[in-house]
């Protein structure tokens, strides 16, 4: 059992930056490629960037490609979304999540989820 806890949420600017952090518990954290998901009013849920257990690969959509970066700690628990550039059509709601297979562009192979953090960009 995992449980992610997102945080790192807020305000801003268009051109301004965010940096997401998702906590899990439990001793299994580092067998997981760890997520992050968006889902804007309206719209559907969309992957935006994933990270391999290890760290050593990471996967973003075309529209985040360059402006975000996802990195992990595994003696911390905790994986991150940095965040910049960022412009009004990311405004969303951020989730974290658990995939034990790929791909980790697919919502479905997620094991386990958090609860959200909103992400408002201003233009």
């Known amino acids: 059992q995992v449980q992610l806890v997102e945080s790192g949420g807020g305000s801003v600017q268009a051109g301004g930056s965010l940096r997401l952090s998702c906590a899990a518990s439990?001793?299994?954290?580092?067998?997981?490629?760890m997520g992050w998901f968006r889902q804007a009013p309206g719209k559907e849920r969309e992957f935006a960037s994933a990270?391999?257990?290890?760290?050593?690969?990471?996967y973003y959509a075309d529209s985040v490609k360059g402006r975000f970066t996802i990195s992990r700690d595994n003696a911390k628990n905790t994986v991150y979304l940095q965040m910049n550039s960022l412009k009004p059509e990311d405004t969303a709601t951020y989730y974290c999540?658990?995939?034990?297979?790929?791909?980790?562009?697919?919502?479905?192979?997620?094991?386990?989820w958090g609860q959200g953090a909103q992400v408002t960009v201003s233009s």
């Open positions: 439990g001793r299994t954290f580092n067998i997981y490629a």
């Open positions: 990270i391999s257990w290890s760290g050593g690969n990471t």
């Open positions: 999540a658990a995939a034990r297979v790929p791909p980790y562009s697919r919502p479905g192979n997620y094991n386990y």
